[in-house]
């Protein structure tokens, strides 16, 4: 508002002192300009409870420009979330760090669209949550520093612990499901009836499929229905630049899996420590593949109990050594899922956001074929991008809504159509043995053959 509008309003409300929403327009318009001082006392002669909950807040802001904390305080009580952040402002400023403390969390907690970082700062600063002694001065923490990092110590940092998954986080995928749980999950629970039978508990499968279809996540629910160790070892892990080095990890990693079993040990991206030797351009590549074949099943080799997982996006890139019996010899396709599945995931990916009534999984689910089960995460998370700008600009909290779903639809694209191009090469004209029968399966079930 230019100066001659305000002056304009100052003189209309000269005349007319007791115009309420003058008064209101004039302390809105200097609270713009940055004059706070004059915002305030226009203030001094209006009661909290004159005014509604928008122009108290508004009256508030404006006070505590005016460093006037207390009376702020007064016209902040009884307030939205937004009411209860200018709170915590003035309750920090007359030094009552604690109750500004509560008063933001509180808040936040109310609706997390008003948090504000600048401020949650300074409260950490204040050390309100600190230890206090007897006195009330804060205790600082000591701390020690020791060089001598012991093994297990070493090992929890390059492995932190993972809450335990099952096949109920997995959307989808029931035939795939069904099949780890006959072929894998059985053998580790009842041991005795497959000694019986002569068959060994352990062993290797290779679960392939386009990238983002839930490979890993599989690998890690397997391992919590069988209730068993997990290693998740991923190629930093093995490769080494010195000589040797590389061979030497790998064997340790086979022999703390043996110490542990039951255990599963899952290589992510197998092809890089697999792959086709014929193809490896460098002697080293070729002895950790014979490494890795001769740990899988070598001459005395006790691995039992020990389940090898693999996963790769390039089953056709891995050395057929691995494929023979005893070895990955049991491959388990992992397809984009189907609607009954991506209605499964979008529950999931859904459940605990706040969702609008008019979210309907299953026209989602229509329309996102091909979509793996990271496109339908990354869908989502677009969507809630979009709620949160929204939840910021409005002051409060926006659900997820249908129209974020679309809108995002619009922007996110399937990622598995380049791979299914490419299996369907492989599965037409090098399916010698039939591996890729069930790669054919899929392509004619969905018209892609």
């Not at 970082?117 to 020791?146: E, I």
């Not at 110590?153 to 997995?170: D, I």
């Amino acid at each position: 508002m230019d100066d001659a509008t305000l002056a304009g309003l100052r003189a209309a409300l000269s005349e007319t002192p007791g115009n309420l929403p003058l008064r209101l327009l004039m302390v809105r318009a200097l609270t713009e300009r940055q004059e706070h001082p004059a915002a305030a006392d226009l203030l001094d002669a209006v009661e909290p409870g004159a005014l509604g909950a928008a122009d108290r807040l508004l009256a508030a802001r404006a006070l505590l420009g005016a460093r006037r904390p207390e009376r702020a305080l007064a016209f902040s009580a009884d307030g939205g979330a937004e009411a209860g952040v200018v709170a915590a402002r003035a309750l920090l400023e007359l030094g009552r760090a604690a109750e500004a403390a509560e008063r933001y969390r509180s808040a936040v907690a109310e609706s997390p669209a008003v948090e504000d970082v600048a401020l949650a700062a300074l409260l950490r600063t204040r050390d309100v949550d600190g230890p206090r002694d007897a006195d009330g001065n804060v205790v600082r923490l000591k701390v020690f520093s020791n060089d001598d990092t012991d093994r297990s110590e070493v090992k929890r940092l390059l492995a932190p612990p993972q809450e335990k998954v099952t096949f109920a986080a997995v959307g989808g995928l029931d035939d795939v499901k069904e099949q780890i749980r006959r072929r894998i999950v059985l053998p580790f629970q009842k041991p005795s009836l497959f000694q019986r039978f002569k068959k060994r508990v352990g062993g290797g499968i290779l679960l392939f499929g386009p990238p983002g279809c839930g490979k890993t996540l599989l690998a890690r629910a397997t391992a919590g229905e069988c209730d068993a160790a997990f290693y998740d070892v991923g190629i930093p892990d093995v490769l080494d630049m010195y000589i040797g080095e590389s061979e030497r990890k790998l064997h340790a990693l086979f022999e703390e899996a043996r110490r542990h079993a039951p255990a599963v040990v899952f290589f992510d991206e197998i092809e890089a420590l697999g792959g086709k030797r014929q193809y490896s351009l460098e002697a080293a590549s070729s002895k950790i593949v014979s490494q890795f074949l001769s740990e899988m099943d070598g001459f005395a080799r006790n691995n039992e109990g020990v389940l090898l997982l693999g996963s790769t996006n390039v089953p056709w890139a891995l050395d057929p050594a691995f494929r023979r019996p005893g070895r990955f010899d049991r491959v388990v396709f992992v397809p984009p899922p189907d609607e009954p599945a991506r209605v499964a995931i979008l529950g999931i990916l859904l459940g605990g956001r706040p969702v609008k009534d008019d979210v309907r999984p299953e026209a989602l689910a229509r329309a996102t074929s091909a979509f793996s089960g990271a496109d339908l995460s990354h869908l989502v998370e677009t969507a809630s991008d979009a709620a949160i700008q929204e939840s910021i600009d409005a002051g409060h909290d926006v659900p997820i809504c249908m129209s974020h779903l679309q809108a995002a639809l619009r922007e996110v694209k399937p990622t598995t159509l380049e791979w299914l191009t490419t299996a369907r090469n492989y599965a037409r004209y090098a399916n010698e043995s039939g591996q890729y029968d069930d790669v054919l399966a899929f392509l004619k079930a969905h018209g892609r053959e």
